[in-house]
């Protein structure tokens, strides 16, 4: 059974950090690329950040080039977002998936594998 819980998620005061951790269970993780997306209320959801199975590719959404890291370490089936700068804008619930595709313009999903989402709430 596929599991991927996310977690850091939380209150930041606008131009603070949050690191997101992602932990995948039940599938040989340094087999898939992962991806970081969001869903703000009344908003379409949107691909964040992601990263190719190795961790020499990377794909970020506009609004957070030079803001957000995305990082792996496939010893710990593990991904990361640091999140730096943060902005009232970011505020979402941000998902972490097992299974994406990018290239230069976005990331979508490929797979059910989702978490649950972690809350991320920026104050102005």
């Known amino acids: 059974q596929v599991q991927v819980v996310e977690s850091g998620g939380g209150l930041v005061q606008a131009g603070g950090s949050l690191r997101l951790s992602c932990t995948v269970s039940?599938?040989?993780?340094?087999?898939?690329?992962m991806g970081w997306f969001r869903q703000a209320p009344g908003k379409e959801r949107e691909g964040v950040s992601c990263?190719?199975?190795?961790?020499?590719?990377?794909y970020y959404l506009d609004s957070v080039k030079g803001r957000f890291t995305i990082s792996r370490d496939n010893a710990k089936n593990t991904v990361y977002l640091q999140m730096n700068s943060l902005k009232p804008d970011d505020s979402a619930m941000y998902y972490c998936v097992a299974g994406v595709s990018f290239n230069l313009n976005l990331c979508r999903p490929e797979t059910n594998y989702w978490g649950q989402g972690t809350q991320v709430t920026v104050s102005s």
């Open positions: 990263i190719y199975l190795s961790g020499r590719s990377t």
């Open positions: 039940g599938l040989a993780f340094d087999n898939y690329n």
